[in-house]
């Protein structure tokens, strides 16, 4: 299925296949002008104590019979470089009840979680003690949907301002 690759001028992305992830998604990069999207960013920054500028816009996710996203993390080593820093935390929220599968397995931590309406797991990508060290025990994983289909969203908090870069094209 898809995935993102190279960043393009026109704001839009190179797609490219993966056996790793099959899910499909989609940037919400309209979402701030979008008032129930912006009702869920402004309870994240609640939520969180981090300002709206620094999340990436929502990433929408829908994963169909059978797919799934293998073992990964969601620290990107080249935010290290990036004027927004990394990536200190995800939020990630269940947008429907999925009949069976679907989980988000965390192997190191022995932990599931199982698709719920309404539900978010939130986790940390780096360790507190140094924010530019990866948190290795926060590797997860999508399960794969046995029925139904499974909607959700990620929410990814940055050390500093991620949105107004982005909305003047200037990212990295």
Same mark, same amino acid.
């Given at each position: 299925?898809?995935d993102?690759g190279?960043? &393009?001028?026109?704001?839009s992305?190179?797609?490219?296949f993966t056996?790793?992830?099959t899910? *499909?998604?989609?940037?919400?990069?309209?979402?701030?002008s979008d008032?129930?999207?912006?009702?869920?960013?402004d309870?994240?920054?609640?939520?969180? $104590?981090i300002?709206?500028? *620094?999340s990436e816009? =929502?990433?929408l =996710?829908?994963?169909?019979k059978?797919?799934?996203?293998?073992? /990964? /993390?969601? &620290?990107d080593?080249g935010?290290?470089?990036?004027?927004?820093?990394?990536r =200190? #935390?995800? &939020?990630?929220?269940?947008l429907n009840?999925?009949e069976?599968?679907?989980?988000t397995r965390?192997?190191?931590?022995n &932990?599931?979680?199982?698709?719920?309406?309404?539900?978010?797991?939130?986790?940390p990508n780096?360790?507190d003690e140094?924010p530019?060290?990866?948190?290795?025990r926060?590797? /997860?994983?999508? #399960?794969?949907?046995?029925?139904?289909?499974?909607?959700?969203a *990620? $929410?990814?908090? /940055?050390?500093h301002d991620? =949105?107004?870069? #982005?909305?003047?094209n200037?990212?990295d």
């Amino acid at each position: 299925s898809d995935d993102e690759g190279e960043y &393009l001028p026109d704001g839009s992305y190179v797609t490219y296949f993966t056996e790793e992830r099959t899910s *499909n998604q989609a940037w919400c990069e309209d979402c701030p002008s979008d008032p129930i999207a912006r009702g869920v960013s402004d309870r994240i920054e609640v939520l969180t $104590s981090i300002p709206f500028t *620094n999340s990436e816009p =929502l990433q929408l =996710l829908r994963y169909t019979k059978g797919q799934k996203y293998d073992v /990964h /993390h969601d &620290l990107d080593p080249g935010d290290l470089y990036r004027q927004q820093g990394v990536r =200190l #935390m995800t &939020l990630f929220l269940y947008l429907n009840d999925v009949e069976e599968g679907g989980q988000t397995r965390f192997p190191q931590l022995n &932990l599931t979680f199982t698709p719920k309406r309404g539900r978010i797991v939130i986790w940390p990508n780096v360790l507190d003690e140094d924010p530019d060290e990866e948190d290795p025990r926060t590797e /997860h994983q999508a #399960m794969p949907v046995i029925k139904g289909v499974k909607y959700s969203a *990620n $929410s990814w908090t /940055h050390q500093h301002d991620v =949105l107004t870069p #982005m909305y003047e094209n200037c990212r990295d």
